[in-house]
């Protein structure tokens, strides 16, 4: 696997925890034209530990941020527990319809609210299987997996731990 999807750190928690089993996904600010592609249907899920605050989170999952610093990786790495692959994708146009998501992602509403309004009206939704690795995957960091997108082609292909 040489993709990864970048996520906000809580929610590789919640994913890997099974507390949520969907990616509601914009856009990033470099993508083309500022939207979502579903350009993989498996990947290496890569937690990011930027925009997220308690205040992003439902009142019950802010404890998703509790130690989340631990789980950054050294400086100069990129650490992978889990991959995921997609089961379903839908691009929703209408609000009402991500509510039906509602059960099955721990974002705010005011989150989801933001996101789908950036720029146009609508949302992918990502339905997900989330699974471990066997162990965790790591790899140095390069720069182009940085910025604001959603996809990061790996440089190398990544290595286990050694414990």
């Known amino acids: 696997m040489q993709t990864a999807f970048k996520e906000w750190a809580a929610i590789c928690r919640a994913l890997a ?12 600010i470099v993508e083309p034209g500022g939207a979502f592609r579903l350009d993989h249907r498996e990947f290496l899920l890569l ?11 439902i009142p019950e999952a ?10 950054r990786p050294p400086a100069g790495q990129v650490v992978f527990t889990h991959a995921a692959s997609v089961t379903q994708a839908h691009q ?7 509510a039906r998501f509602r059960s099955r992602h721990v974002w705010s509403d005011a989150v989801v609210a933001e ?11 990502l339905e997900l ?14 720069e182009s997996y940085g910025g ?3 996809w990061v082609e790996l440089t190398a292909p990544p290595v286990p731990r050694r414990p």
């Open 17 to 28: 925890q099974g507390r949520q089993d969907v990616i509601l996904r914009k856009g990033g």
């Open 47 to 57: 937690p990011t530990f930027l925009h997220q605050s308690p205040e992003s989170l």
């Open 115 to 125: 996101r789908f309004h950036r720029w146009r009206d609508e949302l992918h939704v």
């Open 92 to 98: 929703i146009r209408s609000l009402d319809d991500v």
């Open 148 to 150: 604001c997108k959603s």
């Open 129 to 142: 299987a989330v699974t471990p690795l066997p162990s965790p995957l790591v790899l140095p960091w390069h």
């Open 62 to 71: 802010r404890d998703l941020l509790e130690g989340i610093d631990a789980d």
